[in-house]
């Protein structure tokens, strides 16, 4: 059975601080991607990665950066967290090989007080 | 750049009825066409795609969608609806950027399903 995974649920921090998500995969997929998911916004894709260590702009990185040292994980990284990137946060990847689909973790929910 | 408008925010049915949520697309090319249900408090779960050939693809817990190029729709459908369908309902657009595949959702639809 395919697993996404993300470290936390549910996560609150405050402004300024750094914040690590993590996002392991056990499919052994080559594209990983991070999306932001805003009531009646939908998803947004923020970064996403082909390959170990390679990463490429989404549609909305403004405040946030990524990491992908190993195949099987990746990191999205809020260097100064503020207010309005509270929101919820979905992982999700993809093998490379023909049509497939992105499988998706459950999500963190993270609070910016 | 591609684009997926879902025209509706909410939808309610009761239960046994038929449900049908709309979905339309923008994309210079032949798109991969994907619906996701999301549970409460829980991540996206695939419910159907269709990448080419048959018009009418079959998915999940019943539903199904049908891809009308002419219409640039891939709308769901399901003929009965169950109390457990109630969740939201995103579509999505797909296309290959380098090696990866990248989705484009709707803003999705909330399903209310009355008893």
């Known amino acids: 059975d395919v697993k996404v995974t993300q470290s936390s649920r549910y996560l609150v921090k405050r402004t300024g601080e750094k914040v690590f998500l993590e996002c392991v995969q056990d499919m052994d997929h080559e594209n990983m991607f991070w999306y932001r998911q805003d009531p009646g916004l939908g998803l947004r894709l923020i970064y996403f990665s082909y390959d170990v260590k390679m990463k490429e702009k989404g549609d909305i990185p403004e405040g946030y950066s990524v990491s992908r040292e190993k195949k099987e994980r990746f990191s999205l990284i809020l260097e100064s967290a503020s207010t309005n990137q509270t929101s919820m946060y979905l992982c999700a990847s993809i093998s490379s090989q023909g049509q497939e689909t992105q499988y998706f973790g459950p999500g963190t929910r993270l609070l910016v007080l | 750049a591609q684009s997926v408008t879902q025209p509706d925010i909410h939808i309610t049915v009761s239960e046994g009825a038929s449900l049908e949520l709309r979905c339309n697309y923008s994309y210079g090319a032949t798109p991969y066409l994907f619906w996701y249900v999301q549970s409460p408090g829980q991540g996206l779960q695939l419910l159907l795609k269709?990448?080419?050939?048959?018009?009418l693809v079959q998915g999940i817990k019943g539903f199904e969608a049908e891809f009308k190029r002419s219409q640039s729709s891939f709308n769901l459908r399901k003929p009965s609806v169950h109390w457990s369908d109630a969740a939201e309902y995103f579509c999505a657009v797909g296309a290959l950027t380098g090696t990866a595949s990248k989705l484009t959702f709707g803003t999705g639809t909330r399903l209310q399903v009355t008893l």
């Open positions: 269709y990448f080419s050939g048959d018009t």
